[in-house]
């Protein structure tokens, strides 16, 4: 039996992972949210993985508020980078394989091809600098049999994401502005989750590997509320506007599509576009706002 540490398990990414446990009974799933885990507590991690024989860490906790990283940058840093740390140690003592996500945001975004995993790194927000050092500190413990997935744009039915609050604004509002100077792709946190299963027995590294994920094609914040309207049938005009109209406390790259090609030639994925994703999830209205 293989025992599966999925924390963070009641995030976006973590909740999709549930979803899909019923489909692999061949695994053991222990599904932890912050109460029943806090992932930054090295001792009370280190027990659970021994208690309960775990073989593989899904690390799917973030600190993700990413503006209110700008205030509260040791919070975020105890949870994207010192927490990776520990449990990365605890997967190098203890012979464990960990998938651990990181994000498009490690990238400054002055890049105009699709980001490669060997592209340098320049955050230019605390989030993204407490994800690189979460990173940085897993490939300097080097667990063998480790992985970092980065993604970009994740929206699923569960949490808070761009597309809820899409589907939110349109209830009261009849125009709204939305960023088109941001260039990336959303990623179906559905999706990530079934490539995320789909990998793991196929891990078998040396050196933590990093891989890129997001859904095929790219787009920009306003092309992707257009899309959900249309899908949906809203009637809701969408103006498109400069980052410059919409300040935030935290910097985001203005282009950040990630090139997937390694995740899927390495793990022989294939991936969908986000528009078709995107349709099919909507579709099945289970978005609640
Ligand atoms: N969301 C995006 O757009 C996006 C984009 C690129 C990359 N990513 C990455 O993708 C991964 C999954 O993201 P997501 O969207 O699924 O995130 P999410 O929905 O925000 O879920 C993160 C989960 O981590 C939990 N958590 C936070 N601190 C914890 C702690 N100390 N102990 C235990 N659990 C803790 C949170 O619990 P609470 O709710 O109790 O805080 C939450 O359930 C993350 O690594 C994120 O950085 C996300």
């Known amino acids: 039996m293989n025992n599966i540490l999925v924390a963070g398990g009641k995030g ?3 909740s999709e992972l549930r979803d899909l446990a019923p489909n692999h009974p061949n695994y053991n799933f222990f599904f932890t949210d912050r109460s029943q885990l806090d992932i930054t507590n090295h001792v009370v991690v280190d027990a659970f993985v021994s208690e309960n024989k775990i073989d593989t860490i899904i690390n799917c906790t973030a600190y993700t508020a990413v503006d209110k990283a700008e205030t509260e940058p040791e919070l975020a ?10 449990i990365a140690q605890i997967a190098k003592d203890k012979n464990i394989k960990l998938i651990h996500i990181s994000t498009d945001y490690v990238f400054d975004g002055t890049n105009h091809k699709p980001y490669v995993e060997t592209d340098v790194p320049n955050p230019q927000s605390v989030y993204g600098q ?5 990173e940085l500190a897993l490939q300097k413990i080097n667990p063998i049999n480790s992985i970092i997935i980065r993604t970009s744009w994740v929206y699923s039915k569960y949490g808070n994401n761009f ?12 125009e709204i502005s939305v960023v088109e100077d941001q260039i990336g792709c959303p990623t179906n946190a559905a999706d990530l989750a079934k490539s995320i299963l789909s990998v793991l027995p196929q891990i078998n590294n040396k050196s933590v590997e990093i891989f890129h994920y997001s859904n095929e094609g790219q787009c920009s914040w306003h092309d992707f509320a ?3 309207y249309e899908i949906k049938g809203m009637s809701i005009k969408v103006n498109a506007i400069e980052s410059s109209q919409y300040p935030t406390p935290a910097k985001r790259p203005t282009y950040s599509l990630l090139n997937k090609m390694k995740i899927k030639d390495h793990y022989s994925l294939e991936i969908p576009p986000w528009r078709d994703t995107l349709k099919k999830v909507l579709k099945l209205n289970l978005f609640k706002k």
Request: hydrophobic share 50%; aromatic share 0%.
């Open 12 to 14: 976006q990414l973590g």
């Open 130 to 134: 407490t994800k690189l050092d979460g």
């Open 77 to 86: 840093d105890a949870i994207n980078h010192l927490a990776v740390a520990n």
């Open 163 to 174: 597309v809820k609050t899409m589907l939110r604004l349109a209830e009261t509002k009849d």
């Open 226 to 228: 257009v899309a959900i």
